[in-house]
Every structure is written in C-alpha cells, then in structure tokens.
C-alpha cells in the first residue's frame, strides 16, 4: 500500500544527485516543496488557485480523507497547526475559515508531496473545499531552529486538533500564535481582521488555562515576541488585548501590564 510514497521517494532520491558522479547535491530538507504544489489542467494550462470560506464540518471531511489516503499508502503522518482553523474547528470561535494552516520540521520531501496528492484528491472528491485549503504558507515566516522546536514542543504538549488512522494534527504552542496575532494587529500593514484582537484574548487564555491558570507577566511576552517574531510588543496593543481580554472572561485580567 506505499508504493506511492516509495515511488516518490525513491525519485526523489535520484534527482538529488548528481549524474555524472552520484553525490549527493542537497538533502530533501535543502528545499521544502510547499503544499498545495502548481498544478496544470489537462490541457496543460496552469489551475488558478481558489480560495473559498469552508465550515467545519466539510474541513473534517477533507481531514478524514487525508488521513484515509494516508493510511492506504502505508504513512501516518504528523503536522501541526496555527490559524483560523483552530478557531473553526478547535475553539469554535469562528464558524468558517478558508484553509487550514500547517507545518512540520518533521516531513521530507516525498511524505510532502504524498500530503499534497492528499489533498488534491479530497478537493476533487469534496467540491467545497479550496485549493489552498491544506497548506504549508506559514513556513515562509518560519526560521528553520524554530519550526524544528515548534514542531518538537507542539508534539510534547500533545493537544490535537485532529487524529486519524494516517493522520495527527496538532496544535502549535499558543505563545506562538499569540505572538502572530499581535504582530498583525501592532503593524497595521493592512491585514489586520475585526476578529484579531479577539484571537489573542482567547489564545493567550488557552495559554493561561495550560499554565496553572495564572496571568502572564508582561516581561514575558516579551520574551515570545522577540523569539518567534523579532519584534517588540508596544504597552498600548497589550492595553488593548486586555479589556477584551476581560470582556470575554467576566473581568479578570491576562496579563501583568
């Protein structure tokens, strides 16, 4: 049942040397191949990418259909997520998203291009769903020591948003995200989404309630923004995400400002 992946791989392998002497040029590491991959239509034209507001119910379905089509070449494979669809399809604070966000230090190349066949074929099976709406965009913003620590922290703790018979989804460590929210919301750049304060009141209280439900010293958000982002928290954007941090949960404060 893996003859796929083996296939992949092993042709992989051999693009990854040289012809003339056999050596090795670059691991498949080197190199991420991005999911979801260009596409041609049958008459050769390239497919145009779709992006469409999915509920969580058919973000299940295309879950399950991975983790189906996983199994049946012999992987189990294991990502981890950040984005609306932990909103959807975790926290229930949002009824749509238009993808799932994932990445992992963890896979090479040829389980990268398994996944994406993966999810090609859930999209053909499942109309609903977009072309981008599994994919590994958010390893552009990663620095390779810290998607490698992400992916290795995010296994420990050990909270999934998603687990199949060839498929484990879990969630990135909620400094993480926070951090991502925050640096949105400071820069303005134009990105910035009504819901996005709303985000980082209620990751940073996941954070809280996964750390002996205690307020978080401003010092070390600090610490977050500086390691995952490079960037400085502004006193007036944490201000911000306080009082709606106590709108959300009856008063009581987040964070040591």
Do not use: C
């Not at 992006?51 to 119910?57: A, C, H, I, L």
């Not at 291009?113 to 590994?136: F, M, Q, S, V």
């Not at 060839?166 to 750049?189: E, S």
């Not at 980082?200 to 750390?211: G, K, N, R, T």
């Amino acid at each position: 049942m893996n003859d796929l992946y083996n296939r992949v791989k092993r042709h992989h392998r051999a693009r990854s040397r040289s012809p003339a002497s056999g050596l090795v040029i670059g691991s498949p590491q080197d190199i991420k191949i991005a999911i979801p991959r260009n596409r041609n239509d049958e008459n050769g034209r390239p497919i145009q990418p779709v992006t469409r507001d999915v509920d969580s119910e058919t973000l299940r379905r295309g879950l399950d259909h991975v983790s189906s089509f996983l199994a049946k070449h012999g992987q189990r494979m294991e990502v981890v997520a950040v984005g609306g669809a932990v909103n959807t399809l975790f926290l229930r604070t949002r009824e749509k998203t238009h993808d799932i966000d994932i990445f992992s230090s963890e896979l090479d190349n040829p389980s990268r291009i398994l996944l994406d066949e993966a999810a090609h074929d859930a999209r053909k099976r499942i109309p609903a769903l977009g072309t981008d709406w599994l994919n590994t965009e958010t390893e552009m913003w990663m620095t390779g020591p810290a998607e490698k620590e992400l992916t290795h922290v995010a296994a420990e703790q050990n909270v999934r948003l998603y687990e199949g018979q060839g498929l484990i989804v879990y969630l990135a460590p909620w400094d993480y995200p926070f951090t991502g929210k925050v640096h949105r919301i400071q820069t303005g750049d134009g990105n910035v989404r009504d819901y996005d304060l709303a985000d980082a009141a209620h990751y940073m209280h996941q954070y809280i309630l996964a750390h002996s439900n205690r307020s978080v010293k401003a010092g070390m958000i600090q610490e977050w923004a500086k390691k995952w982002r490079g960037y400085e928290v502004k006193a007036s954007i944490l201000a911000r995400i306080q009082t709606k941090y106590k709108r959300h949960y009856g008063g009581r404060k987040a964070m040591d400002l």
